[in-house]
């Protein structure tokens, strides 16, 4: 995974599937991290299939119920870590993945507070 960072621009995208919501419930029953899965490939496939191949691109996807690909750990770990280089902060990954959980948690509420009246 950072070899990827070296060539080329990154491109990410974050998605957070539930894992409970009745458009995956078939999936999610297959397994931990099936659900992820099925969200990082979509993105490839949907969405940045026509991106040009001077970016690197790469799907980052958190089940709500914590799910998460190894490549995705990888890839903001690296990130963490070059934070970290350039701003002498060697919290960086962990303050990067505070941030994306809390991005979770402030989603789930807005979406229960909308759903859920």
């Given at each position: 995974m950072?070899?990827?960072?070296y060539?080329?621009?990154?491109?990410w995208?974050?998605?957070?599937?539930?894992?409970?919501?009745?458009?995956h419930l078939?999936?999610?029953?297959?397994?931990p991290?099936?659900?992820?899965?099925?969200?990082?490939?979509n993105?490839?496939?949907?969405?940045?299939?026509?991106?040009p191949s001077?970016?690197n691109?790469t799907p980052?996807?958190?089940?709500?119920?914590?799910a998460?690909?190894?490549?995705?750990?990888?890839f903001?770990?690296?990130?963490g870590?070059r934070?970290?280089n350039t701003?002498?902060?060697?919290r960086?990954?962990t303050?990067?993945?505070?941030?994306l959980?809390?991005?979770?948690q402030?989603?789930?509420?807005?979406?229960?507070?909308?759903?859920?009246?």
């Amino acid at each position: 995974m950072a070899s990827q960072l070296y060539h080329g621009l990154v491109v990410w995208d974050f998605t957070c599937p539930d894992t409970l919501a009745s458009k995956h419930l078939n999936r999610a029953v297959l397994g931990p991290g099936a659900v992820v899965n099925e969200a990082e490939e979509n993105k490839k496939k949907f969405k940045y299939s026509s991106l040009p191949s001077l970016y690197n691109f790469t799907p980052i996807a958190l089940e709500t119920f914590g799910a998460v690909r190894e490549s995705a750990i990888d890839f903001l770990q690296e990130l963490g870590r070059r934070i970290a280089n350039t701003t002498a902060e060697q919290r960086s990954f962990t303050f990067l993945v505070q941030r994306l959980s809390v991005t979770v948690q402030c989603c789930l509420h807005h979406w229960h507070c909308i759903v859920l009246p």
